[in-house]
């Protein structure tokens, strides 16, 4: 069973920063994407930002120049370093990964993580 769990949501003051982690585990033989989404109440799930393995970062246009997307392979993590927060960035933060799994043979298959809350406060 493959599993994402997250960490570092919380409550920061705008302006402030948090670091967001999520690290996969389970019978993983590699991962090709990892995603940040967000969901605020009452909006759809946007694409906040993701990398692909060994690939460039893309972001959405609201968080570019704020937010920071970033992979350690080794650890199977990936980080969401938020800097500059603003309160129209609370929403749930969701973790999400392309994930081949050891002995299946199979491919890709996607992942979430459970989602943790950020809160920016005015």
């Known amino acids: 069973q493959v599993q994402l769990v997250e960490s570092g949501g919380g409550l920061v003051q705008a302006g402030g920063s948090l670091r967001l982690s999520c690290a996969a585990s389970?019978?993983?033989?590699?991962?090709?994407?990892m995603r940040w989404y967000r969901q605020a109440p009452g909006k759809q799930r946007e694409l906040v930002a993701s990398?692909?393995?060994?690939?460039?970062?893309n972001y959405a246009d609201s968080v570019k120049g704020r937010f920071t997307i970033s992979r350690d392979n080794a650890k199977n993590t990936v980080y969401l370093q938020m800097n500059s927060l603003k309160p129209e960035d609370t929403a749930v933060y969701y973790c999400n990964a392309d994930i081949m799994m050891v002995g299946y043979g199979l491919g890709y298959v996607d992942y979430w993580g459970q989602g943790t809350q950020v809160t920016v406060s005015s």
């Open positions: 389970g019978r993983i033989f590699s991962i090709n994407y």
């Open positions: 990398m692909p393995a060994g690939g460039k970062t």
